[in-house]
Each structure stands twice: as structure tokens, then as C-alpha cells.
């Protein structure tokens, strides 16, 4: 039995022939993929999967990627997108959900978090209250490298309201502890977002905005890794930080 695709669909409150329906398959090929959980949907088929049950498709089909990648450290990259916008929002939300120790959004404004993930304050507070430590990079508003930046973009909601954005909801939030925030503004052309020991980069093109530039979700399987090497950049970000009083 595909556990994790039978808990998955409980969850959702999705029955086999209503997933069936909303992937385009037929009722016995479902009711085959819960019972052999060797046996996996095309990429296509698995994303649409993910969206459908709110979750991300490898934590239903892990061996899939594996398979797809299985030397060399690219093996730590668990999907590309050209765009962040292209990711589905229920990735975002699972990775979310399913981190327990620590979460770090090291984007620049983060403000697009607050804009796609109802009650993400209260969903981070209840992850804080239970002992995950919850961080937040974000740029400094009053600094130069924003205000070169707004200048690139050239949008009204500008970059410094968009961080004023984030720190209006993380005072929201109230005092919790575990979450913590600090102003920096040497990741303006990196941001990184950290779920336990997965992570989702984008690497900033131009004067593009965030979501107009490619991401990539990448798993932690390796010392030295792509996930440890991002994770020390956020690690040294972090430390020489300026803390934000919530």
C-alpha cells in the first residue's frame, strides 16, 4: 500500500474515483498506484497529483526522483521551474506545513508569502509554540541596495513597502518564541527558504521580480552538498544581521 498517497488523499478527503476524475486517469489505474507503491505516474501526472491533494508529489512518489537522479550531487536538485510563479502553490504549502525543527525565509521582502498562504502567521506561531524556530531575513528598508533596487523595478509597491509588508504580519503575529527576524541586504540577488532539510532558491535575474525569476527545490542527501553550500550563505547572512524588534 502507497501510504503516504492513501494518507494524502484521506486528508484532502479525496476518494479514488474523484482523484481519477481530476487527473484524467482512469478509476483502476488510481486504485493501482495505492496498492503498488512501486508503481508511479508520469512527472505530468504526479504534479497534477500534488495540486490536486495539496501536497508535494515526491513525498508521495520519493523513489520516482530518485530514480530520475540517482548520482552526482544534481541528485540533491528535486525539480527546477523557469519561473517562481510556476511553482504550485500547494508545494510551497507542504513544505510549510511538513517542517517541524526550523524554517528560515531569507527572501528579500517575502512578501508574496503573505499574499498565497492564508493565516501563515498563525500557522508558523503554532509551529514556534511547538518548539520549531521560525527566521526571517529580510531586506533593510532604509538601506541603499533597496532603494537601487525599487529604482530597477520601477513598480509602485515598491520594495521597501513590500518588506514593511512582512514585518507588519510578523508583529501581528505577537511575541513568539522561536521566531525571530533580522534586516540584511547582501541577498538581494539570492533568496532562499529553508524547510527542515529541504530548501527552494531563486537566484534573481536583472530588475526582474521574484516571481518572474527561476527557482529550485533542492533536498539535503550529502555533506557539502547544494543544500549545505546555500544553507551557510544564509548561515553567514544570519549572523551579521541587524534584529528586527517584533
Not at 20 to 27: C, I, N, Q, T
Not at 208 to 236: C, K, N, Q, T
Request: hydrophobic fraction near 40%; proline fraction near 6%.
Amino acid at each position: 500500500m502507497n501510504t503516504a498517497l492513501k494518507d494524502a488523499m484521506d486528508r484532502a478527503g479525496v476518494r479514488p474515483h474523484q482523484l481519477a476524475l481530476r487527473v484524467g486517469v482512469e478509476h483502476k489505474t488510481v486504485t493501482r498506484w495505492l496498492t503498488n507503491p512501486e508503481r508511479a505516474p508520469r512527472e505530468r501526472t504526479r504534479e497534477d497529483v500534488g495540486q490536486a491533494l495539496g501536497v508535494d508529489p515526491v513525498t508521495l512518489w520519493p523513489k520516482s526522483v530518485q530514480s530520475r537522479v540517482k548520482t552526482g550531487h544534481d541528485r540533491e536538485i528535486v525539480a527546477a521551474y523557469p519561473f517562481r510563479s510556476a511553482a504550485p502553490t500547494s508545494l510551497w504549502a507542504s513544505l510549510i506545513d511538513g517542517a517541524s525543527q526550523s524554517l528560515t525565509f531569507a527572501g528579500y521582502t517575502n512578501y508574496f508569502l503573505w499574499q498565497q498562504h492564508p493565516r501563515l502567521g498563525a500557522r508558523l506561531a503554532a509551529k514556534a509554540d511547538h518548539g520549531a524556530r521560525v527566521r526571517f531575513l529580510v531586506g533593510d528598508p532604509e538601506s541603499d541596495v533597496t532603494t537601487k533596487r525599487e529604482e530597477a523595478e520601477g513598480v509602485p509597491l515598491t520594495v521597501s513597502t513590500r518588506i514593511r509588508i512582512t514585518l507588519d504580519a510578523l508583529e501581528k503575529m505577537g511575541p513568539h518564541e522561536g521566531v525571530e527576524a533580522r534586516f540584511s541586504d547582501q541577498h538581494i540577488a539570492l533568496s532562499v527558504f529553508m524547510f527542515d532539510d529541504q530548501m527552494l532558491v531563486t537566484p534573481h535575474i536583472a530588475s526582474l521580480l521574484g516571481d518572474e525569476s527561476p527557482m529550485f527545490h533542492i533536498r539535503r542527501l550529502e555533506d557539502d552538498g547544494l543544500y549545505d553550500r546555500f544553507a551557510s550563505h544564509v548561515a553567514a547572512l544570519w549572523e551579521g544581521g541587524r534584529p528586527v524588534e517584533l
